[in-house]
C-alpha cells in the first residue's frame, strides 16, 4: 500500500464532463483523492453530500477535490447533476488508477469484480502523499478529521 512520503502516482482520468484530468497538472496545490466504490448508493451519497457540503472548508485548507470510481463518465455526469457536487468526478472504468492506488477490491458484494475501495490520500503540493487510508469495509467512510488536520499542516 501506499504510504506517506511516496510519490503519488499519476493518472489521466476522464471526468463527468468528459474532460482530461492529470493529477500532474495540479501540481501547486493540495489534492485530496477519494476512491468511492459506485455512483447512486447510500454510503456514497452521504460521503460526497458531505464532501459537498463542506467544500468552501477543503478550499480554505487550500485543498481540491477529486472523486475517482470505476464507473463511466456519464453515470457520474447524472449523479454530480442530481446531487449537485460541486468538485470533480473522474472515472477510472479501465481500473487502472484504482490499482497503482491499492484501492481496488478483487471481488465486492454480490460477485462484482474491480471495484474501486474506499479510500481518501492526501497529496500536497509537490505530489506527495501525506495521508493515506483504504478502507477494507465499503460502508465505513476515511476519518476526515485526519484528513483534514493532515491538510492544515501542509
Not at 33 to 41: G, H, Q, V
Not at 50 to 72: F, K, N, P, T, W
Request: hydrophobic share 45%; net charge neutral.
Amino acid at each position: 500500500m501506499l504510504q506517506p512520503g511516496d510519490k503519488a502516482p499519476d493518472f489521466a482520468l476522464r471526468a463527468s464532463d468528459k474532460s482530461l484530468v492529470k493529477l500532474s497538472e495540479q501540481r501547486g496545490k493540495n489534492v485530496l483523492l477519494l476512491f468511492f466504490p459506485f455512483a447512486f448508493t447510500g454510503v456514497c451519497t452521504k460521503e460526497l453530500c458531505m464532501m459537498r457540503d463542506s467544500l468552501a472548508e477543503y478550499q480554505d485548507l487550500d485543498a481540491q477535490i477529486l472523486a475517482i470510481s470505476v464507473d463511466s463518465p456519464y453515470t457520474l455526469a447524472k449523479w454530480k447533476e442530481e446531487q449537485g457536487f460541486n468538485f470533480a468526478m473522474l472515472s477510472d472504468f479501465n481500473k487502472t488508477v484504482s490499482k497503482k492506488y491499492d484501492a481496488l477490491y478483487k471481488e465486492f458484494g454480490l460477485g462484482l469484480k474491480g471495484v474501486s475501495k474506499r479510500a481518501a490520500f492526501v497529496v500536497d503540493a509537490k505530489g506527495i502523499i501525506q495521508y493515506a487510508e483504504v478502507l477494507e469495509n465499503a460502508g465505513e467512510l476515511p476519518n476526515f478529521e485526519a484528513v483534514k488536520r493532515t491538510l492544515s499542516s501542509l
